[in-house]
């Protein structure tokens, strides 16, 4: 019965979010969900190539029907490219048996049927799953978003699964490989048997972390609200009538990724080995701490975002277009929350870049050299200069904004390993963790945090020609206004979790209760928390899409347009809707990030 | 066995559960120890019968105070003419967020920051408050900064102006533009004027910074102008000379080539094989040009187009390879870079 109630709830799922998932950086187009095989079969115990031969795959659309059998969804079909992951050879990739290309263009069938393809090792693989084969959108817009990544090994060795074993076939949060990047919280996972001798016989597996690895945890059955996955090896029944089992998997407290694909679970009928997959623990990092791979794909990521794609200038408009945008953003209960979908939004546009990139974070009360120097953030300049110095070969050294100066401009008065300390005056800079945890147990004391805490870090990052110091307005044209909110975020969520704050219904963890009343005149001067979006029912500005002065009976005070609409909702990612609301963003268990300090459960 | 199973689980799983409680508890425990501290310290610095250092001492490492009460009474500290500018500048540290909710006490210290003569200690303190502020719920004070443009201190005339500027003053913008005009009207220099006006939402600044550029003997003025230019037409062929010209210095050059690339991208693309063939480009600019073409090649508009590697592609290879002018580490690196990224179809 219980599984039968999974069952219905995953297929749920799985439907309401193929059927609204948009393109993060293609608004109000839908995303094709994409289903690839290897060796053109269901199970991945067959997920194994060598170097010398080829073997047959394939791939479909499998949300090509619109809701309801009222048409296609892609009718046409869909551009693609087939690739190695970014910045890898391991794979040939090819239309035929005979190719010797690493990508290839490619039109998937409107109607779900089958794109057949080929692939062989190029070079051999450092670990099970660690080889990936890619598929972006290539069409003449809304194009170069990852919607599928598959792992794999090419091994010369023998297949470490026999083809006679019991075959299965698993998904982590839906079919496609799109969502098979998890943090700490529980993700909706399935396994059925594929080749049963009869309907009425079973199989007993144990799920657990595959030999060296350890990054992940398992549950079963219903899990509580506000609990997670726990459990390092779980034991299931598979039924012999090809019906699912569910089970949740989550993230390993303290053992997130370092790579894609490198959390690998596998399945055992006693010892036998019946089959692996492979997902991410994609957390939020500390900047300081990130392993050159991993701060080279979110420099990559920013390059193809802002250079390439040229999306970053939204995101600074809509920070701070002018004072009227300010005020949805600034100044008001809802700061953070509007913040937290803000850089959510922005994670989600790299991820689509790279599915493997998380936003990392500034500890600013603490040194970063790793962070402040040449091949990341960019080093200080010696006066007069004022461009944070950029390494030639690190992709922001091309670094513009559009009617701005080039370069990023930033001078810190605390060089490159030091911490944010006062500009001027007499004050010790950015205040500790432990002093912003201390701030109150309750938001309306928390909030309080914008004014000294973040405004602090703004104000001390840079001298007064900075771009981060400067204004809300200029802000963000330095990439490390990314990391600064990421640490922001990073306290809030900590707040949240030592003070247990996630229930958006209590004033506890954010005061303004109910909707707004939307006052019908209101002063020049007037207080941010009296404008619409500030209170808990509100829906946000830009991502709802109502601008302007007038709406329904009162005053809205908002900017004419609305930049970033709508919010993207990505597979595996549904939280916090394409229009948030205040109330979607505050637990952030359910949003699918987490950070590498504290584990929120 | 199993029950033995379900035992051990369930051990395995509360372990977990007490771990994270009590991490949580350690840490709540260190909120209430150092709310105790700061409360202890903040208690020595509203004591008078302390020393001036002591009491300084006793507050100086924490950033906020949390108790109401104490608030208030660094208030008072602050406002006393009785306390010595270190002790109130200090108070007022420790009471950013007081400040908003006062407005008489805002206007206070507006006072302080734009009088030249409030003692330094306690004025430097008012620009980092006021600093801190604009950032949120007090973007502009724009009335006491357009006194402040003629400020005997320089750093609040910087401060003023940048908050001006950004804020499109406009007055505020011809001052500096006027400055840099005739050098006997300068409130700032040269180059802190053209950073300022960079982030101006208005441009009208460009013909100056442009003059200034063609005739300035300063390369420090020059290389800042250079690098500003970008969004003015009428630079637009000087700023194609300079990257192109082998007299130039590198660090003009290399400017000069992303100024030009900021408003023209597609159009730089035709000048990059020429510098990857000029023996006198430097190694980073000659990197830089690497980076620009994956900037602009990495589409994919681009590359289902490309059917076939072009001349900028094979000169890319065979730097790749170390074929090429002036080859280092890094040059390699990121040529082998752009193939895997623009993946080229020789």
């Known amino acids: 019965m219980k599984h039968t109630f999974f069952i219905y709830y995953g297929i749920f799922i799985a439907l309401l979010v193929q059927s609204c998932a948009v393109l993060p950086t293609c608004t109000n187009s839908r995303m094709p969900t994409v289903e690839i095989q290897v060796n053109n079969t269901e199970s991945n115990h067959d997920d194994y190539v060598t170097t010398t031969g080829f073997i047959s795959c394939r791939a479909r659309i499998v949300n090509f029907n619109k809701e309801f059998r009222t048409g296609l969804n892609f009718p046409g079909g869909t551009d693609i490219e087939f690739r190695n992951k970014r910045l890898s050879t391991d794979l040939i990739i090819s239309t035929t048996s005979s190719g010797t290309s690493s990508s290839f263009f490619a039109t998937l069938p409107g109607n779900g049927g089958w794109f057949n393809f080929f692939i062989r090792g190029n070079s051999l693989s450092t670990q099970d799953k660690s080889s990936i084969i890619e598929i972006a959108t290539a069409g003449a817009t809304c194009n170069e978003v990852v919607v599928a990544r598959k792992g794999l090994m090419v091994s010369n060795s023998p297949a470490p699964i026999p083809n006679t074993n019991p075959q299965v076939a698993i998904e982590v949060g839906s079919i496609s490989t799109a969502d098979d990047y998890i943090a700490w919280n529980p993700v909706f996972s399935r396994i059925k048997w594929l080749n049963p001798g009869s309907p009425a016989s079973t199989l007993n597996v144990t799920i657990r972390n595959m030999s060296g690895f350890n990054r992940l945890r398992f549950a079963l059955g219903t899990l509580a609200s506000g609990t997670t996955a726990t459990n390092s090896t779980i034991n299931l029944t598979l039924n012999g009538d090809g019906s699912w089992v569910s089970f949740y998997v989550a993230g390993n407290n303290s053992n997130a990724s370092l790579d894609d694909k490198d959390a690998v679970f596998e399945v055992l009928e006693s010892t036998n080995l019946l089959a692996r997959d492979a997902v991410m623990v994609r957390i939020r990092k500390n900047a300081n701490t990130l392993t050159t791979i991993e701060r080279d794909k979110y420099l990559e990521a920013l390059r193809e975002v802002h250079q390439t794609y040229n999306f970053y200038m939204l995101f600074r408009n809509s920070h701070s277009q002018n004072n009227v945008a300010h005020r949805q953003a600034h100044s008001g209960s809802a700061f953070l929350p509007w913040h937290r979908a803000f850089m959510l939004h922005f994670e989600r546009l790299l991820q689509a870049s790279d599915p493997s990139v998380a936003l990392p974070y500034w500890h600013f009360d603490q040194p970063s050299p790793n962070m402040f120097n040449a091949n990341f953030i960019g080093s200080n300049p010696t006066s007069p200069a004022t461009q944070a110095i950029i390494n030639a070969s690190n992709p922001l050294s091309t670094w513009q904004i559009p009617s701005a100066a080039l370069g990023i401009r930033r001078r810190t008065p605390y060089g490159d390993n030091g911490i944010p300390s006062s500009v001027s005056g007499t004050g010790t800079g950015v205040a500790t963790e432990t002093a912003t945890l201390a701030l109150g147990t309750n938001y309306i004391n928390f909030i309080g945090m914008e004014g000294t805490i973040h405004n602090g870090a703004h104000n001390n990052s840079g001298n007064s020609i900075s771009w981060v110091a400067g204004s809300a307005a200029i802000a963000p044209q330095d990439p490390l206004f990314y990391f600064l909110h990421s640490n922001i975020e990073r306290l809030w969520g900590k707040w949240q979790w030592v003070n247990t704050r996630f229930d958006a219904t209590q004033a506890s963890s954010y005061d303004l209760q109910g909707g707004h009343s939307n006052s019908p005149s209101l002063p020049p001067s007037i207080s941010p928390n009296r404008t619409f979006g500030q209170y808990v029912d509100d829906s946000m500005w830009p991502w709802d899409n109502k601008t302007g002065t007038s709406q329904g009976t009162g005053t809205l005070e908002r900017p004419t347009v609305a930049p970033l609409t709508p919010f993207p909702i990505v597979l595996g990612g549904l939280m916090p809707f394409s229009m948030p609301t205040v109330k979607s963003t505050i637990d952030f268990r359910v949003i699918n990030f987490g950070y590498d300090d504290f584990f929120p459960y | ?346």
């Open chain 2, 1 to 346: 066995m199993k029950k033995n199973i379900i035992l051990i689980l369930l051990v395995f799983s509360s372990t977990i559960v007490f771990a994270q409680q009590t991490k949580k508890d350690s840490i709540l425990k260190s909120i209430e120890e150092y709310r105790a501290m700061v409360f202890k310290d903040a208690s020595t610095f509203i004591n008078n019968s302390f020393s001036i250092e002591e009491r300084i001492k006793a507050i100086q490492k924490h950033a906020i105070i949390y108790d109401d009460n104490q608030k208030d009474q660094f208030k008072r500290i602050v406002l006393s003419e009785r306390e010595t500018p270190e002790i109130r500048a200090m108070g007022l540290n420790k009471i950013y967020s007081e400040v908003d909710k006062d407005e008489k006490f805002f206007d206070q210290i507006v006072l302080w920051f734009s009088n030249p003569k409030t003692p330094k200690i306690l004025r430097d303190e008012t620009l980092s408050l006021i600093g801190n502020l604009s950032f949120s719920s007090r973007p502009g004070i724009l009335d006491a900064y357009h006194k402040m443009v003629e400020d005997p201190d320089k750093v609040y005339r910087e401060f003023v102006f940048t908050k001006l500027v950004i804020n499109g003053d406009s007055r505020a913008q011809q001052l500096l533009i006027k400055g840099l005009e005739d050098a006997n009207s300068r409130l700032i220099d040269p180059i802190l004027s053209i950073l300022i006006l960079s982030s101006a939402p208005k441009k009208d600044f460009y013909p100056a910074v442009y003059k200034l550029m063609l005739e300035t003997k300063n390369d420090d003025e020059r290389l800042i102008a250079i690098e500003t230019i970008g969004g003015y037409p009428e630079a637009k062929n000087k700023l194609m000379s300079i990257f192109l010209s082998p007299e130039e210095k590198s660090k003009f050059r290399e400017s000069a080539l992303i100024a030009f690339y900021s408003s023209n991208k597609q159009e730089t693309t035709k000048y990059l094989s020429r510098l990857l063939l000029d023996t006198s480009a430097s190694s980073a600019l000659q990197i830089l040009v690497i980076q620009i073409a994956i900037n602009e090649k990495k589409a994919i508009a681009h590359r289902k187009k490309a059917n076939r590697a072009d001349e900028l592609d094979n000169l890319i290879k065979a730097i790749s390879e170390n074929k090429g002018i002036n080859n280092n580490n890094d040059q390699v690196n990121v040529a082998k870079k752009y193939l895997l990224l623009i993946r080229p179809k020789f």
